[in-house]
């Protein structure tokens, strides 16, 4: 069965820095991976998602994500974090037990930025 | 921009009442998903249709819980009767599965207590 891991329940960085959210992943054949974004009394927002080709995603507002096949990992990035990118973060694999429409979703990983 | 409509966006009420929620998928998808949200466990499944028909619904409490889609613009999730402990962000999403690589789109959920 499908699986996704969100190591850190949070995560803080101030403004200007680099940030990076952790993902790892555990599925039986080729991987399709995704990351949300949920801002507060809103629902998730597709940000990028991983289906083949280069290892490195680049999705909205800047964020990227790198594909590591050896290390089963999708981990978030963005080489300079903005307040307004405080959030919480899901990363999600889709499951193809259920013919590829249900989606596994991480415990999530709430970002803060400090200015 | 095509969005995830759900109503009502707050509902508060007794227990033992009867508690409706609806969303309106996006016009063309064929998926549509139902999910609670909580502190305690996170995004949880509840159900899922493709093309109208339920696919999954083993998230569901199915004593008190039903979800339908009466046609391809509606799907409603009812609770009957409901409980405390039914207290939680109830969310929808919708995306349009030609494969495996599509993202879902979510609305921005309804916030219910149940007193």
């Known amino acids: 069965a499908q699986s996704v891991a969100q190591p850190e329940d949070q995560v803080n960085v101030a403004e200007g820095n680099p940030l990076t959210v952790k993902c790892t992943y555990s599925?039986?054949?080729?991987?399709?991976l995704f990351w949300y974004v949920q801002y507060p009394n809103r629902g998730l927002q597709f940000l990028l998602k991983?289906?083949?080709?280069?290892?490195l995603v680049k999705g909205s507002y800047g964020f990227e994500a790198e594909f590591n096949k050896s290390q089963t990992s999708f981990h978030l990035k963005k080489p300079s974090a903005l307040v307004s990118d405080s959030a919480l973060y899901f990363c999600?694999?889709?499951?193809?037990?259920?013919?590829?429409?249900?989606?596994?979703f991480g415990a999530g990983t709430r970002l803060f930025v400090k200015a | 921009d095509a969005r995830v409509t759900q109503t009502p966006r707050h509902k508060v009420t007794e227990m033992g009442q009867e508690v409706t929620m609806r969303c309106q998928p996006i016009?063309?998808?064929?998926?549509v998903f139902w999910y609670r949200q909580t502190m305690m466990q996170g995004l949880e499944l509840l159900a899922y249709?493709?093309?109208?028909?339920?696919?999954?619904d083993s998230g569901m409490p199915k004593d008190r819980f039903s979800a339908e889609m009466p046609d391809a613009t509606l799907a409603t999730l009812k609770i009957q009767p409901s409980e405390p402990r039914d207290s939680a962000v109830y969310f929808c999403?919708?995306?349009?599965?030609?494969?495996?690589?599509?993202?879902?789109?979510f609305g921005d959920g309804t916030r219910l207590s149940i007193l």
């Open positions: 999403a919708s995306g349009l599965f030609s494969g495996e690589d599509q993202p879902q789109h």
């Open positions: 599925v039986s054949g080729n991987p399709y």
């Open positions: 991983y289906i083949t080709g280069d290892n």
């Open positions: 999600a694999v889709r499951d193809y037990g259920t013919g590829g429409f249900k989606t596994i």
């Open positions: 016009l063309g998808h064929n998926t």
């Open positions: 249709f493709r093309n109208r028909a339920p696919l999954d």
